[in-house]
């Protein structure tokens, strides 16, 4: 029963993680790059200092209420949102140094990979990729569903590159001997391939 809630808790946050990483799309396509930087730097500015000097009133109940429903529990004991705030810096990067075609490759790659890959994990993963916490079925499930969202915007051939490039970088990130903030490193290792060995 335990075990039960945790996957649904895990479900709901990666479900979060692929709207809200995939709304970004929308000021990207209006606006232009500048926008993404815009908005996850103001993020960062108003809700970076309420967690760390732990702000709590009536104006920020909204920001922790969510918070609670979509953060892990072994995540309040180190810094909440900090998976977050590490996503935004790496867009931040992504959106500074390079254009808007890398730019929405390394949004939908972190939204869709991330999040497909750890759904599929969560229901049906049975075979352990050794040194990981990661499956043989969520990391082919996620590069399938990368692959083909990807493939509106580039090639199906770009978009498999690039979806296997994003499976090694989470494989890595996650191996228990390398473990590092995936949500930092998967936008920029994914702008930095793109830009220098696909696009």
Do not use: C
């Amino acid at each position: 029963m335990k075990r039960d809630k945790k996957i649904f808790l895990e479900l709901r946050r990666k479900i979060f993680h692929i709207i809200s990483i995939s709304f970004l799309i929308f000021p990207l396509e209006i606006f232009g790059k500048e926008s993404i930087v815009f908005l996850l730097s103001l993020m960062l500015i108003i809700f970076f200092p309420i967690v760390y000097f732990n702000i709590r009133n009536k104006l920020t109940y909204p920001f922790w209420n969510l918070l609670k429903t979509v953060e892990r529990d072994e995540n309040w004991k180190i810094f909440p949102a900090r998976q977050a705030f590490s996503l935004a810096v790496g867009l931040i990067l992504v959106g500074i140094f390079f254009n808007e075609e890398i730019l929405k490759i390394s949004i939908l790659t972190t939204a869709i990979y991330d999040g497909v890959a750890t759904i599929v994990g969560k229901l049906f993963g049975k075979h352990k990729i050794p040194f990981t916490k990661k499956s043989i079925e969520g990391t082919l499930g996620g590069i399938f569903a990368n692959t083909f969202v990807l493939s509106f915007f580039i090639s199906p051939f770009q978009s498999l590159i690039i979806s296997i490039f994003a499976a090694i970088v989470e494989i890595f990130a996650n191996s228990k001997k390398w473990y590092l903030d995936d949500n930092f490193l998967l936008p920029v290792l994914v702008a930095i391939f793109s830009a220098l060995f696909v696009i």
